[in-house]
DNA sequence: ATTTAAATTGTTATAATATAACACTATGTA
DNA sequence: TACATAGTGTTATATTATAACAATTTAAAT
């Protein structure tokens, strides 16, 4: 069904990096992982990120400032993300729940309004860290 | 039941300059704002913001970087926050609904985990914007 | 094959957001 | 009073992110 996108030459080295890590990556650590690569800026990968983001191959954790790649093999392009985060090992967990996304996505706030597009952050202790 | 909690000099001036605010503001927007009050550096913005933060008077939007005052005249620690941000005029709205924030602290991830903290933002169209 | 538009890259500089470290002061309470 | 805790003031610096401009690559359409 979905296109196949093809990755340009940077958001391949950095989709591949962040999607090998078991941790979201900051940029400024995605940067200096990629510099034997020939990537040498920052832009270079905030504009990679920016990419891969609006193609939902990674997600952005905005408490964090960290990025994740996605782990709904499906999710293209996923606007609806949810995910748990540890406050203590900081291990983040993305969500794939059929029922919670069904009930954010026909939530309706007092106007009536739904929002297909949305961005949930869970805060608590892992399973190790209880 | 909530003991009322005095605010320092600062986070009182921070505070005020927030909630008569008509949008969320940004850490310099109100430096700027508040120097003639004799508040001059960064860190005594970020100091009393954290602390405002963390007594529940006043919410980031991590999406935005940015603080809004409390909406729930109920809710002073308030760790459970929901908005809904216009993508257009970025005007943004705290949710109070009771039924969401009852499913969110009743959700159960994949490990039966549940979490009395969370913060989910919403992105659509205002009315105005529609 | 050649043209053209769109996307991507490379580069330098700078803007915007946030914290470290240290010294000092005020406040509440034992 | 003295003690602990929270708050303040200050300088410096770390971290996160974008502006502006030029060149190159890619895809697709003649």
Same mark, same amino acid.
């Given at each position: ?72 093999? +499906? ?20 969500? +794939?729940?059929?029922?919670? +996304? ?13 929002? +297909? ?14």
């Amino acid at each position: 069904m979905n296109k196949m996108q093809t990755l340009s030459k940077n958001q391949q080295i950095i989709f591949d990096l962040i999607d090998k890590s078991s941790e979201p990556l900051k940029a400024y650590s995605i940067l200096f992982n990629v510099q034997k690569k020939g990537i040498k800026a920052p832009l270079q990968v905030y504009r990679a990120l920016d990419k891969l983001v609006e193609l939902g191959k990674i997600h952005k954790i905005e408490s964090r400032n960290a990025f994740i790649a996605c782990q709904n093999s +499906s999710c293209q392009v996923s606007k609806a993300t949810a995910f748990s985060i540890c406050e203590i090992c900081e291990k983040i967990t993305e969500i +794939s729940s059929a029922s919670l +996304s069904k009930y954010l996505r026909n939530f309706k706030d007092k106007d009536g309004m739904k929002y +297909s597009k949305y961005n949930l952050e869970f805060f608590g202790l892992c399973k190790k860290c209880r």
